[in-house]
């Protein structure tokens, strides 16, 4: 986990979005930390969270981000969404 802090600012919201594989990863997994198991969110709420952890402005991405790399599952039309992993 100490490799994602070099893309965190002092107050721990993630400032820039990381060019290897490897580090995305770490991103990924500590944004996911920041939503509950076994919870439904709605694809607003996801990305009020997600505004409120990183300063570049692309929560789309990142929301993505969370759905492609498997910590989350969606319904059919893509507005619901449960924390996996």
Known sequence: MDSVN???DSNGLVNVWPKKQADKEQV?????????FNHAYHELEINEILK??????DWSLLRRELYERGYFDRNRSGTDYRRLK
């Open 28 to 36: 990924t997994f500590y944004l996911a930390t920041k939503f509950k």
């Open 6 to 8: 070099k893309f965190l």
């Open 52 to 57: 409120r952890w990183h300063t570049f402005n």
